[in-house]
């Protein structure tokens, strides 16, 4: 293939300007403008910058006679060459919209273009949409016609960017302009359509250019093979190196290269080895590319003493091995796990003055971690950063990472960190998680918290271009550690980090809930439960138990009932301890209402303790006149087999003056046949008596009769004077009656039951 320079001369043609000034007056601005319209740094001799005088005379230090004294700063630094042409039009058509005023601008700038100018606006264009509308913009316009640089140039940039349907179209167009096609063209299509894996393409235009008659030379040949060969068509490769043959076209060394490399690449050892013999019957000797594709060959075949053999041929033919050589030597041997070989040769190629680079240290670092020389890694590594030698794979770090952690040298894991740093290698979460991890299991906590500290400083977590994660087993123990020791924030601000990552870890949550509650933060805690709610993520009993023990401490009762209640809506039943301290809370607070909702949750859960308090609350809601809802809660605990003690209440509301109370309680235990003692029953009829509500008492004392109930009561022939007074003669007389034992009472028997009261 032909050489193409990087970059071509500019031929300036002279030609007048009517904007810019004519100054003949002042040499540099001539010498200046010249340098502007030219795309070449070449100085011209031709300008004489003037004399330069060598003793300066000293300014004047009092000037006289209104003479002012100016001072001409000297510029200091490089001067700035002028921008080139080339690279004007390239900055335009990058920064600008393809349009017609860019065209216009670009007219204006150039008014004359030749095939030079063309060929070095393609070669620094940034974009290969840029570069295909220039060349054709160009051309329409009749700016330029074309010539074979300038077709080659646009057919490499599109090859280059896979445009390849526009590049076969201005291959095939080159002779409607008057250009002939030449066989490095057609050679460069092939190659691009090899590219991009399109195989059947390539073979295509190699076809193609026997039919429009253009030459095809041992060039075609070995780019065809290449491009087939990459892609393991290894019979269709053997198929055309006998076409080649027959056509009279000898192979080239650099052939036997390409076929050998194909043949190892689709594992076809026997005839790799067969094109091997027949290379050196040709008469063709191996140079250096050819021994390191047949050592490279046989280490895929784990034939290391073949490769040896071949090795110590080469250097017993005065063909000195490259560090390509040496390299693929120790991939060998540490892919055969002869680690030691491996470093044998990395010191015998350095006693030959051969520098390794960066494929030697990836492929001998991961062979020491397996044969655990850590030693030897570890001092290998020091060695790259010295020289400054990035590996060719990252991943070859968390390894060394891994294994030093797991070899227990925590100061070399650290240092490979910090190698990573120094080589400009972008570090992940994964690899300060290894970090944390160890340190955390070493207990080493004061290291971890500060790598911790530059993973949120730098927000490593939140980069989008990383793929190696921080794994539970590493952020749990940290934050564990971090609630456990009164820093909460900081390890929930971390585990946000993570959050946005879309980790959602049960134990990392709890272990914030817990934090935040030990600490008596218990709204964070609180926050916190209510973002797992959202998310569907478990919570534990002993989280529920620490926040609402933080908001009981806090003296905030309610809040504490509200995360009982998410305690419970979460399926963990609280214990007797805790629905007491709760109740207990709420009681003293005055939230009677509010305690006895939980104690209704308590019996409905089958806790059947903490009766005592049960009945500080029934009589608290009794004497606040919370009656309905506390004869529900006590026929709640009776279906559940639990029965207040209904004498206290019933003496405590008489001697509080609460008869209403008192009443409907003494009618609730009458009609569902509770044991009530006489004293009480007594009492009850002695406080309506009293509070002068007769036809209450009568009411009573009727129903107990009718249950055969006694009639002992000694305040009876004042019930029925006060009945008389009252106006109530049927009731008194019927009171009167019943007593004597002469009628019953005429009150409805509907829904009567048979139970006494007992005296």
């Not at 063209?185 to 399109?198: C, D, M, Q, T």
């Not at 040769?345 to 044969?371: F, H, Q, R, W």
């Not at 134990?507 to 973002?531: D, M, Q, T, W, Y």
């Not at 106006?727 to 009656?737: E, M, P, V, Y």
């Amino acid at each position: 293939m032909a050489y193409i320079s990087v970059s071509k001369p500019y031929q300036w043609t002279p030609r007048l300007f009517p904007n810019i000034p004519r100054t003949t007056s002042n040499p540099s601005t001539t010498f200046n403008l010249l340098r502007f319209f030219t795309s070449t740094d070449d100085s011209i001799s031709s300008v004489d910058p003037g004399p330069v005088a060598s003793d300066p005379q000293p300014e004047n230090p009092n000037p006289r006679n209104g003479d002012a004294t100016v001072t001409q700063r000297i510029p200091r630094g490089k001067h700035r060459n002028p921008e080139k042409i080339e690279d004007i039009i390239c900055r335009m058509m990058e920064t600008r919209a393809w349009t017609t005023r860019l065209q216009n601008s670009i007219r204006a700038l150039v008014p004359v273009f030749d095939n030079s100018l063309v060929w070095n606006v393609l070669h620094g264009a940034k974009n290969s949409e840029h570069a295909l509308q220039f060349f054709r913009w160009v051309e329409r316009a009749g700016l330029v016609q074309h010539n074979r640089d300038t077709h080659l140039k646009m057919i490499e940039i599109l090859g280059r960017a896979s445009k390849l349907n526009h590049a076969r179209c201005i291959l095939f167009d080159m002779p409607k302009k008057g250009v002939e096609w030449d066989e490095d063209l057609f050679v460069l299509l092939i190659e691009s359509y090899g590219k991009a894996g399109i195989v059947q393409e390539s073979v295509k235009i190699f076809q193609k250019m026997k039919e429009l008659g253009v030459k095809r030379s041992v060039e075609s040949y070995d780019a065809l093979f290449k491009v087939i060969l990459r892609r393991g068509r290894y019979m269709m490769a053997k198929r055309y190196f006998n076409a080649m043959l027959n056509e009279g076209i000898a192979p080239t060394r650099h052939t036997y290269n390409l076929m050998i490399w194909g043949f190892f690449l689709s594992l076809r050892l026997e005839t790799a080895k067969r094109f091997y013999e027949e290379m050196k019957s040709r008469g063709i000797s191996p140079d250096v590319v050819t021994y390191n594709t047949m050592i490279n060959g046989y280490n895929r075949f784990k034939m290391m003493e073949e490769a040896e053999k071949l090795f110590t041929e080469m250097k017993g033919r005065n063909i000195a091995p490259t560090v390509i050589s040496y390299t693929t030597m120790v991939k060998g041997y540490v892919s055969v796990g002869r680690v030691d070989d491996g470093l044998r040769l990395l010191d015998e190629m350095k006693s030959y003055g051969i520098k390794p680079n960066a494929v030697t240290y990836t492929t001998l670092l991961p062979g020491l971690c397996d044969a655990e020389k850590m030693c030897e890694a570890r001092s290998m590594l020091k060695e790259m950063v010295e020289k400054h030698i990035a590996p060719k794979d990252n991943s070859i770090f968390m390894k060394l990472l891994t294994c030093q952690c797991k070899s227990g040298d925590l100061d070399a894991a650290s240092d490979v960190l910090k190698a990573m740093i120094r080589l400009s290698i972008p570090t992940e979460a994964g690899h300060y998680g290894v970090l944390i991890e160890n340190f955390c299991k070493a207990e080493v906590y004061d290291r971890a918290i500060h790598l911790l500290d530059k993973l949120m400083e730098k927000e490593i977590i939140l980069r989008p271009q990383g793929s190696l994660e921080i794994e539970p087993n590493a952020y749990n123990p940290m934050i564990q550690y971090l609630c456990n020791h009164g820093l909460t924030g900081k390890a929930e601000t971390f585990f946000r980090q993570l959050m946005k990552k879309g980790v959602l870890d049960s134990v990392a949550f709890n272990n914030l809930l817990c934090g935040h509650s030990r600490e008596g933060n218990p709204e964070s805690a609180f926050e916190i439960l209510k973002i797992m709610g959202r998310r569907g993520v478990s919570r534990d009993a002993e989280s529920y138990k620490l926040l609402i023990k933080s908001y009981l401490n806090r003296g905030e009762p309610a809040d504490a009932k509200t995360a009982l209640d998410s305690m419970i809506e979460a399926g963990y039943l609280p214990d007797s301890s805790l629905f007491r301290s709760v109740m207990e809370s709420l009681f003293e607070d005055g939230r009677v209402q509010t305690a006895s909702r939980v104690m209704k949750s308590m019996v409905e859960k089958g806790v059947k303790e903490n009766m005592g308090l049960v009945a500080k609350v029934l009589e608290a809601l009794l004497l606040r006149g919370h009656v309905e809802e506390a004869l529900g809660r006590i026929d709640l605990f009776m279906h559940n087999g639990c029965s207040p003690d209904f004498d206290s209440l019933l003496s405590v509301l008489c001697e509080k003056g609460k008869t209403i109370a008192a009443l409907k309680l003494f009618d609730f235990a009458l009609e569902r046949d509770c044991t009530v003692d006489f004293s009480s029953y007594e009492k009850v009829l002695d406080a309506l008596l009293s509070a002068g509500k007769t036809l209450n008492a009568y009411s009573i004392l009727c129903k107990i009769m009718e249950k055969g109930g006694s009639t002992d009561w000694s305040s009876c022939e004042d019930l029925i004077r006060s009945l008389n007074q009252e106006g109530n003669t049927k009731q008194a007389d019927i009171l009167s009656r019943m007593i004597k034992g002469g009628e019953k009472s005429h009150v409805s028997k509907k829904g009567k039951k048979h139970a006494t009261v007992a005296a």
